[in-house]
């Protein structure tokens, strides 16, 4: 059974920023507008060179002789430890079908408002399309239009929220999600045995994981001094995983050692970001270990 609202939110009117962009494109409504001290500034992107992101060689973990397995491991362990961001390359996920995954969710948001309003976000929800984690009517909003769904177990998924427009959107989503789950999989054992743990450590400890998928769109924006893609904020899950799209803006910053540090995708990698889960189980599980990093 879905997820449901558990009390009645109010969440006053949200604007969806596609068709602001598209029928009053100079008008930024008041709940967009961020606080002075919330504004982006030219000073957010950074001092610490993008190419400095830590980079792991999926390939060198699963295929690599015994040497080229613990130089990658070590890798991770310091990603992880340092930054909680790395990109990873060679991580086995095909990439006609991060294009496909890609081309799907653009098609879904190029969708008329009233056909992506079928699959409306119900206020107090995290699956569906709108805005998250809306609580009140005075919460200032991100200029962002999203989608989200539930993936495992089979019990959090809401069918009414499946589109079936685009009509192969939902069998990609499938798909995608396997190989991004296998991937995770694989990640969490070598970031456990980089703790000096046993590889299976966090699948003894999450058992049935959950697995959600969320995108995000960005429409361009006349005043963008004064809004925000993504409020900041830190995951709550053990695994991020990010496809951004080819061709798109650095729109990603990391902060790290209090500085926002913009982050370059490298062509076909994916973006893996340490969440709350791993760094709690980290703090409290393993206590003569080095933390992993919490400024995410």
């Given at each position: 059974m879905a997820p449901v609202p558990i009390s009645s939110i109010k969440v006053g009117h949200i604007d969806d920023v596609q068709e602001l962009r598209k029928n009053r494109p100079k008008t930024i409504p008041e709940r967009f507008v961020r606080d002075m001290n919330e504004r982006p500034t030219p000073a957010m992107a950074l001092s610490l060179p993008s190419s400095d992101i830590p980079v792991i060689d999926f390939s060198n973990l699963t295929k690599g002789n015994t040497e080229q397995v613990q130089t990658e491991i070590l890798k991770l362990a310091d990603a992880c430890e340092n930054w909680g961001f790395f990109q990873v390359l060679n991580h086995e996920v095909d990439l006609t079908l991060m294009e496909i995954m890609e081309k799907s969710s653009r098609d879904f948001f190029m969708l008329p408002l009233e056909e992506k309003q079928k699959y409306h976000m119900a206020p107090g929800t995290v699956q569906g399309y709108g805005q998250a984690f809306v609580f009140s009517e005075d919460q200032k909003l991100d200029w962002c239009n999203m989608f989200a769904l539930g993936i495992e177990p089979q019990f959090i998924r809401n069918p009414n929220l499946w589109p079936?427009?685009?009509?192969?959107?939902?069998?990609?989503?499938?798909?995608?999600?396997?190989?991004?789950?296998?991937?995770?999989?694989?990640?969490?054992?070598?970031?456990?045995?980089?703790?000096?743990l046993e590889g299976n450590v966090f699948e003894k400890m999450f058992g049935m994981a959950v697995q959600a998928i969320r995108m995000n769109y960005y429409p361009p924006c006349s005043r963008p001094d004064l809004v925000l893609g993504l409020s900041p904020?830190?995951?709550?899950?053990?695994?991020?995983?990010?496809?951004?799209?080819?061709?798109?803006?650095?729109?990603?910053?990391?902060?790290?050692?209090?500085?926002?540090?913009?982050?370059?995708?490298?062509?076909?990698?994916?973006?893996?970001?340490i969440g709350d889960t791993i760094e709690v189980y980290i703090y409290i599980c393993v206590p003569s270990l080095l933390v992993l990093n919490s400024d995410e």
């Amino acid at each position: 059974m879905a997820p449901v609202p558990i009390s009645s939110i109010k969440v006053g009117h949200i604007d969806d920023v596609q068709e602001l962009r598209k029928n009053r494109p100079k008008t930024i409504p008041e709940r967009f507008v961020r606080d002075m001290n919330e504004r982006p500034t030219p000073a957010m992107a950074l001092s610490l060179p993008s190419s400095d992101i830590p980079v792991i060689d999926f390939s060198n973990l699963t295929k690599g002789n015994t040497e080229q397995v613990q130089t990658e491991i070590l890798k991770l362990a310091d990603a992880c430890e340092n930054w909680g961001f790395f990109q990873v390359l060679n991580h086995e996920v095909d990439l006609t079908l991060m294009e496909i995954m890609e081309k799907s969710s653009r098609d879904f948001f190029m969708l008329p408002l009233e056909e992506k309003q079928k699959y409306h976000m119900a206020p107090g929800t995290v699956q569906g399309y709108g805005q998250a984690f809306v609580f009140s009517e005075d919460q200032k909003l991100d200029w962002c239009n999203m989608f989200a769904l539930g993936i495992e177990p089979q019990f959090i998924r809401n069918p009414n929220l499946w589109p079936k427009n685009p009509a192969t959107f939902s069998e990609t989503v499938e798909v995608y999600s396997r190989e991004v789950r296998k991937l995770c999989q694989n990640l969490l054992k070598y970031i456990g045995l980089g703790l000096g743990l046993e590889g299976n450590v966090f699948e003894k400890m999450f058992g049935m994981a959950v697995q959600a998928i969320r995108m995000n769109y960005y429409p361009p924006c006349s005043r963008p001094d004064l809004v925000l893609g993504l409020s900041p904020h830190s995951d709550g899950s053990a695994l991020t995983v990010l496809q951004q799209a080819k061709g798109s803006p650095v729109g990603l910053q990391i902060l790290k050692d209090k500085t926002w540090v913009p982050l370059q995708l490298i062509p076909n990698a994916l973006v893996i970001n340490i969440g709350d889960t791993i760094e709690v189980y980290i703090y409290i599980c393993v206590p003569s270990l080095l933390v992993l990093n919490s400024d995410e």
